[in-house]
């Protein structure tokens, strides 16, 4: 079930250079929201115009009715969402079908994240969701942009960090991390959920299918409407069909696929 509701913004800060946390009065979101799910946030701008853009579900506490939210400022809207504090935000949600919470003892759950696409799995990590704490591998350009290691680390999760740069963790790729992870011997019993830039999930998506495992990825991908009716969103997904795939829309159907059914032209 979805909502729309004028949240209270309770607080808007910045993080890190350029990145912000939002959180919101919005207890119905916050009950029903689950992992990778999203919200559509209305922004309204100058000359009566209005942006309805989507934002990664980053912490949401049933028991205070907490929605907290984590952006990147990279345009109008998101500035001048930035600027906003002691006011309400429209916000449509919880949307998409989010995350399968790792339930199985015997498998151990991987977080890959690029950027602040962590966000989108912290989640996954909680113990409302999850018995098992994640083993996570973040990846981003440099140090100021890896974000929330020590809240993932505060749920009990091991993390580890790569940057392009290499001003923290392994210089690198993230995806050499979960390479030399999967060549481990107890590979088998991983389960790999990721979320960040489309080229990193397409990395992802390779590695993992090459040693006979699926994951979870949340694809990124532009939205409009976000909630089925304008086919802005639409990907291709194998599917047996007489071209091998068909049109799914990341709103409804996803934004998270198996890597197994994901087309990348
Ligand atoms: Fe409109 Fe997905 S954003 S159908």
Known sequence: MKFQVQAEILRNRPIAAGYYQIDLRAPQIAAAARPGQFVHVRIPLLEHRVLRRPFSIYDADPATGRLSVIYKVV??????????????????????????????????????????GCAATYLLASPRFSSRRPLCLFGARSREDLLL???????????????????????????????????????????????????????????????????????????????????????????????????????TDGPVFPASSTVWD
């Not at 949307?95 to 015997?106: E, I, R």
């Not at 006979?212 to 997904?237: N, P, T, Y």
């Open 149 to 251: 290691v020590e809240e993932f680390q505060a749920l009990g999760c091991e993390v580890r960090t790569a940057t392009d740069d290499g001003s923290a963790g392994r210089k690198g790729f993230v995806t050499e991390l979960l390479r030399e992870l999967l060549e481990a011997p107890a590979a088998c019993s991983l389960k790999v959920f990721a979320c960040g830039p489309n080229p990193m999930l397409k990395a992802v998506s390779t590695l993992v299918l090459a040693r006979g495992l699926d994951a979870e990825i949340s694809l990124d991908h532009a939205m409009c409407c976000g909630v089925g009716a304008c086919f802005a969103c639409v990907v291709k997904r194998k599917a047996e069909t007489p071209d091998g795939w068909e049109y799914v829309r990341t709103c």
């Open 75 to 116: 345009g109008e809207g998101t500035d001048v969402l930035s600027r906003r504090q002691e006011d309400t935000a429209d916000l449509l949600g919880p949307l998409g079908n989010g995350f399968t919470p790792p339930d199985d003892p015997g498998v151990q759950p991987v977080i890959v994240a690029g950027g602040y």
